[in-house]
């Protein structure tokens, strides 16, 4: 069984119900990625003014939640990606461990990812919050206000093809609207000045919790594909 065929069968999607071939640039998407570099090249290669951003969220003070986290969660992955995911806002095991999706979900995560031909070394991933809220509750309008310019920073440095939003939260919030994740799946938006295309599915908690969602998230994981590639 090939690669793909291997993430497929775990993120329940059986191949049988494909009818169509998947589609070859995949593998170009995952070509493109930077290859693995050291310490120093990757300063080199990202810039001061990334790692001062980074440097600044790890030591931000700028809402109470600093005084309930024990690490900051910037993201991870590829500073040059064509792909941002957007989450919510850490959760414990993110912030014992200071990376995003590192937990149950985050392990679904890869697998969707997988399943398009990507991994966290190749996209980039982060959250709406770099800090977790106490027990996991929803952010408040004023935790996200004060953590947006991170984000927005993050964004204008990746400058990436497209963006993709996990779940309501992070859906409602980079939108600015009320509107239901039901209705926002399936469109495209366009995010900030630079107007970057932004899609939205759902949460891979919430995908644990309703796995008959996950044929859907399949067909919005496949438009991605599609969107990195045309
Ligand atoms: N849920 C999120 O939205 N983000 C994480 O990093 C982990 C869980």
């Known amino acids: 069984m090939d690669k793909k065929s291997i993430y497929l069968r775990e993120f329940d999607i059986p191949q049988y119900s494909l009818r169509e071939p998947f589609l070859p640039s995949a593998a170009e998407i995952a070509a493109k990625a930077m290859p693995n570099l050291t310490a120093e090249a990757v300063s080199l290669e990202v810039g001061s003014d990334w790692l001062s951003l980074q440097q600044q969220v790890s030591v931000c003070q700028k809402c109470p939640l600093c005084q ?25 095991t993110e912030d014992e461990r200071g990376e995003p999706f590192v937990g149950q979900a985050g392990q679904l995560l890869d697998k969707m990812m997988g399943a398009i031909g990507l991994s966290r070394e190749n996209v980039f991933i982060t959250n709406i919050l770099k800090c977790r809220p106490p027990n996991n509750r929803d952010p408040l309008p004023t935790e996200v206000a ?8 993050q964004i204008a440095h990746i400058k990436p093809k ?11 919030n980079l939108l600015n609207t009320q509107t239901p994740l039901g ?11 630079a107007k970057t295309p932004l899609v939205v599915t759902y949460h891979p908690a919430y995908l644990l919790r309703n796995p008959a969602d996950k044929r859907n998230a399949w067909v919005d994981l496949q438009r991605v594909q599609k969107m990195l590639t045309e």
């Open 68 to 92: 309930t986290r024990k690490n900051t969660v910037f993201g991870v992955g590829n500073p040059a990606a064509d792909l941002m995911l957007i989450g919510e806002a850490p959760g414990a």
């Open 146 to 153: 004060e953590c947006m310019p991170y984000l927005m920073q």
């Open 162 to 172: 497209l963006i993709l939003a996990l779940g309501r939260v992070a859906a409602q």
């Open 183 to 193: 209705r926002l799946r399936g469109d495209t938006f366009h995010f900030g000045a």
